[in-house]
């Protein structure tokens, strides 16, 4: 199969007829097959929907969510609100910057993780919390810091 | 077989309920995954069935097997409802939230479910209207607009189609009551949603739920799954949400359902007129649809019967941040803010000072102690320059930097704004660099086009700190009265309460009198 009749594959299951306001479930289904929105799915997601190339871009970089690279193999979503905050939230993000040796808000230049913010997980008071590829960790202190970073290295 | 009701909610998981449910199943138990009670500091918690009823223990390692099943662990805590987190709260909302199986139909309608749905199947839409009106529930999602009313709207405008919307986006810091509710007790909402269908004449709900909140999307896709036929006519459908906080406002949340950027619309007109696709929609929070059931079953006056003032019913409180005992605390309106964070919260985790509080999430305001005597209700908030938004409540101890906090609650607006409005957009990041450079002692100096020659009315000295700190007042006035909607409207809550009652933070002196003014 073609990438393009991959994409066309996930777009027909949801552009359908009577599916209204689609493009955010479509393209959330995109992102979960794909791992990202490839540029060369939009023109057929526009042409799907009956909208414009311009509109559809303008929704996915509307939303934090999509992501139009490849994501890192594993994704570390840090909560940087308030309540995480309250609890020493700062300065486990320093820690895990620093032992990842990435920035928040990137991917390391190696593919292999990227720290990104989130702002709650609702989990707010046995925070630092974070979501590690999805899994939702709490009370992150030091000893949890280093257990992450050997759990992406691996 | 000895059974045991261990929590599958989120929170519960991320402090290893997992694996010990893993360890009570290979020790030969019946093990029933439930939502959570609600207070985090003693989950993971097993309960254990008796003859004498549940009794519980917690926290609960999976090495602790052993010592609960014969009931000689340390960490007993016998009947749930006798621990003093407990004893004192009035669960209308989460009466069934941590004892039932979420999914289980059967355990649902053992346990009170569906009375409020079948009671209002039995009036006139106006019958149902009404009885929501005479509970004097409030909109518990910020705004505490008056559900029965929007209701009334709805109902009264004419369409071939309208439309029940849950919002279940909860971007709100400290807050997670949505999230508990739609993952330990999901077939409530459902029932919410579909006496508010009954209602006003709406055939199709959307459940809007955050991304952030992948257990509660997964439970709610299954519960709409299995509760179909129990709601007919009525459908439901789970939109998941895309990291952006300015969908939980509603417009901008009908936008994104519609498939667009969540960009707000202006109002009028209302959503409740022309709301989804144009057409007539109820949009409500997770915890105003979730009311409606007991409202149904027992009557409006019993749930007016509870509360304070204006604010009528029960809360589900959050209480969250650097506090002992963080969790859900559903009651009355009326407690003091005191009494939730010293009495019932048991002061900071870190057993430091209280230093401040933050009610009502990013967009809400910090209090420091001296203002603990607050009661817990929407005029008594509003008064005070803050809101209860949707009551959660972060507390902090004495190593709280309040002009950090301003700052953030700056940048938090500068990143989640929508862009559609300049006092909001730019005004935010402004805001930011403003603070940056108050807290830095560096007041901005007249720039290369102010010190030209042709010039002469600019100023030319750099500005002092009391210039800059009006300065920051000023376009805290700005954002607050030309924003579009509350993100902007609102961030000015925070800045100016950290600025008025924490003024040391920001190099100022500290004024009793300004604090009050
Ligand atoms: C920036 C912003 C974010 C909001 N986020 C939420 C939210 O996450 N959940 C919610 O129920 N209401 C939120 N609201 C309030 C909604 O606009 C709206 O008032 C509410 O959904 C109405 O429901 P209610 O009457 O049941 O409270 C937000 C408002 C603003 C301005
Ligand atoms: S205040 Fe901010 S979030 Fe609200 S409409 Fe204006 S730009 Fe958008
Ligand atoms: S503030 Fe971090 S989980 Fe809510």
Redesign the pocket.
């Known amino acids: 199969m073609t990438e393009n009749a991959g994409f066309q594959t996930v777009i027909d299951r949801h552009a359908l007829p009577d599916q209204r306001g689609a493009l955010l479930p479509l393209l959330h289904a995109l992102q979960e097959e794909f791992g990202h929105i490839p540029q060369p799915a939009v023109p057929l997601i526009a042409d799907a929907l009956n909208l414009s190339r311009a509109e559809v871009h303008g929704v996915i970089s509307f939303y934090p969510d999509f992501h139009t690279e490849p994501p890192a193999r594993h994704v570390i979503k840090l909560?940087r609100?308030?309540?995480?905050q309250a609890r020493g939230?700062a300065a486990i993000e320093g820690e895990l910057a620093r032992h990842l040796g990435v920035a928040m808000g990137h991917a390391r230049k190696d593919g292999q993780v990227a720290l990104e913010p989130v702002y709650?997980?609702?989990?707010?008071a046995i925070?630092?919390?974070a979501l590690i590829d999805g899994r939702p960790v709490a009370r992150i202190d030091t000893a949890g810091v280093e257990a992450i970073a050997r759990e992406v290295e691996a | 077989m000895t059974r045991v009701f261990i929590s599958r909610d989120m929170a519960s998981v991320a402090l290893g309920a997992d694996t010990v449910a893993e360890a009570f199943a290979k020790a030969g138990c019946e093990v029933v995954r439930t939502g959570s009670r609600g207070l985090f500091a003693i989950e993971p918690l097993v309960e254990v069935e008796t003859d004498a009823g549940r009794i519980a223990y917690g926290p609960i390692g999976p090495g602790d097997v052993k010592a609960v099943l014969d009931g000689t662990h340390a960490n007993r805590i016998g009947p749930i409802g006798e621990h003093p987190f407990f004893s004192g709260q009035q669960r209308f909302t989460f009466a069934r939230c941590g004892v039932i199986d979420p999914l289980s139909m059967r355990g649902y309608a053992a346990n009170g479910g569906w009375k409020g749905l079948d009671a209002a199947h039995a009036l006139s839409p106006q019958e149902v209207v009404d009885a929501v009106k005479a509970s004097g529930l409030r909109g518990r999602g910020g705004a505490g607009f008056p559900t029965g009313i929007k209701w009334q709207t709805v109902l009264d405008t004419p369409a071939h189609e309208k439309f029940i919307v849950c919002n279940a986006d909860e971007g709100d810091?400290?807050t997670?009551a949505d999230r508990m509710l739609m993952e330990g007790d999901p077939f409530h909402l459902i029932e919410g949603m579909a006496i508010a269908g009954h209602a006003v004449g709406a055939r199709h709900g959307f459940i809007y739920i955050r991304s952030e909140y992948p257990f509660a999307v997964e439970t709610m896709h299954e519960a709409i799954a299995r509760a179909a036929s129990r709601i007919e006519p009525f459908t439901l459908e789970v939109r998941v949400g895309a990291g952006a906080y300015v969908c939980g406002e509603e417009t901008s949340l009908l936008d994104s359902i519609e498939g667009k950027r969540g960009e707000v619309r202006a109002k009028p007109p209302l959503p409740a007129i022309e709301g989804l696709w144009g057409k007539p929609t109820v949009i409500n929070n997770v915890l105003s649809l979730s009311a409606v059931p007991f409202i149904l079953a027992e009557g409006p006056q019993a749930y007016a019967d509870v509360g304070f003032g204006r604010s009528r019913g029960t809360m589900p409180i959050q209480i969250?941040g650097n506090v002992k005992n963080g969790g859900l605390y559903e009651v009355g309106f009326g407690l003091t803010l005191g009494e939730l964070v010293n009495q019932i919260g048991g002061g900071t985790a870190s057993g430091r000072p209280v230093r401040a509080v933050q009610v009502g999430g990013p967009l809400g305001a910090y209090f420091p102690p001296s203002m603990f005597h607050l009661p817990f209700d929407y005029e008594a908030f509003a008064e005070a320059g803050g809101l209860i938004g949707h009551a959660g409540i972060t507390v902090f101890d004495d190593t709280v930097d309040m002009a950090k906090m301003a700052r953030f609650a700056m940048e938090f607006c500068a990143v989640e704004s929508c862009g559609k409005c300049t006092p909001c957009r730019i005004g935010s990041t402004r805001g930011t660099e403003l603070i940056d450079r108050i807290v830095a002692k560096a007041p901005r100096k007249a720039d290369t086009v102010e010190t030209l020659p042709q010039m002469r009315n600019a100023g030319t000295a750099a500005r002092t700190h009391d210039e800059e700190i009006e300065l920051l007042r000023d376009l805290c006035d700005t954002m607050k009265h030309g924003s579009l909607c509350a993100l902007g409207g609102f961030t000015p809550y925070p800045v100016l309460s950290a600025l008025d009652h924490f003024p040391e933070d920001f190099g100022s002196a500290h004024v009793h009198a300004a604090a009050a003014e």
């Open positions: 909560c609100a308030e309540s995480c939230g709650c997980l609702g989990l707010c925070g630092p919390n | 810091s400290g997670f969250a």
